[in-house]
Structure formats: structure tokens, C-alpha cells
């Protein structure tokens, strides 16, 4: 099962895709894309870890997603991908530009094949007003362009609102 969760910020995405691992029975491995770049999100990734159950794997990867995720997906494990669109800003500001192509193919190419179950966290950025900057018409345009491609890979979409799971594609969990 790869499953997809989109929501804006603090919709309850990262709670539920932390529940449905947590009920998959699995060994999960938990794949966080985050850098810590300034004391805020230094707070955001310590919430976030404290929340995790201990026997948790956790994987710091916040560039080579692709090879992370063949690295670690076994039939018998869950991998979480927390999340998507800060990788994407990885991939946007901090390397070359050659690399988002690159990550972003590899990702797509990887994921049919993934054995396991598969759970992708990602902000939906696209239901606002269109920036007025370039970089983050171009964040947008990729985060929009990534979503909807691997909206067709996986077997499950979910959009989270104010912590509700609505299901755009599969059964609701």
C-alpha cells in the first residue's frame, strides 16, 4: 500500500499518517526530509520526535529520498516520509540544479517497486493565492507537478482539514 497525505499546515496530516504506521503492525521506519536550519524548526523537529514511538527507526535523508527509501523497504516494514515539500525546498535551495530533476525521477522510478507499505507526508500549497516571488511560483508549480504524479502511484490519497482524513482516492482510513 503507498499511500499519500496532503494537507495544509497543522491540518493533521503528520498525526494520521503517524497513526495509520503505528496500525499497519509493521516495523516502521520513519524518513525525515527536515534540516534544521533556524531555532523554529529546530522546535518543530524536536515535536516531532518526541511524539514518535522510541523503537521507531528514524532516517535523516533530506536529499537522496529515492535511495533511502529502496535502502530500507522491506515487505515487512512501513516507511514514513515526513515530508515531501521540505525535501522539495531541499532540492530547490540547497543543490545543484541539475539534482531536483534527478531526485524527483528517482523517486517516481523507486516508488511502483517499494515492497512494504509506503505513507508520504506533504504540505498542499496549492490552494492559495499564486505567489508573488519566483522561487516560490516555481516551489508551488513543483510541489503541484509532484503530487499529482505520484497521486497516480499510490493507492491511497488522503487530504487532511482540521485533522479530518478525507479520502480523494481509496478507502478512507
Not at 524518513?31 to 521507531?56: F, L, S, Y
Not at 492559495?128 to 505520484?150: K, N, T
Amino acid at each position: 500500500m503507498k499511500t499519500l497525505i496532503l494537507g495544509g499546515v497543522r491540518s493533521g496530516k503528520s498525526r494520521l499518517a503517524e497513526r495509520l504506521a503505528r496500525e499497519s503492525g509493521l516495523e516502521v521506519v520513519y524518513i525525515a526530509t527536515a534540516v534544521a536550519g533556524d531555532e523554529e524548526m529546530r522546535r518543530r523537529i524536536d515535536a516531532h520526535r518526541r511524539r514518535r514511538p522510541a523503537h521507531w527507526t528514524t532516517v535523516e535523508e533530506p536529499v537522496r529520498l529515492a535511495g533511502a527509501l529502496s535502502a530500507y523497504a522491506r515487505h515487512d516494514r512501513c516507511l514514513l516520509v515526513e515530508c515531501l515539500t521540505l525535501w522539495l525546498s531541499n532540492l530547490l535551495c540547497d543543490a545543484g540544479a541539475e539534482t531536483l530533476p534527478r531526485e524527483r525521477d528517482a523517486l517516481l522510478a523507486a516508488l511502483p517497486g517499494l515492497a512494504g507499505q509506503v505513507i508520504f507526508v506533504s504540505n498542499e500549497v496549492g490552494l492559495g493565492v499564486i505567489p508573488a516571488a519566483f522561487l516560490s511560483r516555481r516551489y508551488c508549480d513543483e510541489a503541484g507537478a509532484l503530487h499529482q504524479r505520484l497521486a497516480a502511484l499510490c493507492d491511497r490519497v488522503i487530504l487532511t482539514v482540521a485533522g479530518l482524513p478525507w479520502a480523494l482516492k481509496g478507502a478512507a482510513p
